[in-house]
Structures are given as structure tokens and as C-alpha cells.
């Protein structure tokens, strides 16, 4: 659909693309993820945040039995483990009052 008298095309044997709608396509795909993270961050960071927050329970249960020692060194910051890992001792440092 063209909103103009003349129209450019690009192309070859019969087949071509408007070369202001290819880049008015370009332009709204890459602006587009901008403005939806920008704009509706919770769509996708409420999943993930959700899915960190199960990782993290997980660990809180599987860590519940360790030494303070042991949840200090997990929790370090150069500690082979995950973030989720680190969070989930802190946690239960801060709730064994170590912090």
C-alpha cells in the first residue's frame, strides 16, 4: 500500500520493495525493543524474576544445613557459584543473624 502519487521500487524481474518501507521496517524493529524493555519492563522481567526467585528458594533449602563457614564461602564474591547460589547464603546468613 503506497500513500504516495509516485512509488520507488528496488528490486528485479517484476519483484521489488519499496525502499522507504524497507526502512521504516528496519528503523521500527530496532526501536521497538528499546521501547518495549523501556517501557513494559515487567513483561519479561517479572518471568525471570520469578524464575530467580524459585532458583533462589531452591538453594535456600538444599543450603539450609550448611556451616556459617561453609555459606560464607559460598556466598563470597569469588566464589565458583551462582548469583542465585550467593543470594540464597547471604539469606541465610542474614536470617542465622551472621550477615
Known sequence: MDFYITTY???????????????LLILFFALSKDWMDKYLPEKEGSYERSLNENLIKSFESKFKDKTI??????????????????????????????G
Not at 10 to 16: H, K, Q, W
Request: proline letters at 2%; a positive charge.
Open 69 to 98: 563457614f561453609e555459606l560464607k564461602e559460598i556466598a563470597g564474591e569469588n566464589s565458583k557459584f551462582t548469583d542465585e547460589a550467593k543470594k540464597a547464603a547471604k539469606r541465610i546468613l542474614k536470617n542465622k543473624n551472621v
Open 9 to 23: 521500487k528496488v528490486g528485479f524481474s517484476g519483484i521489488g520493495i519499496n525502499p522507504i518501507f524497507l526502512a
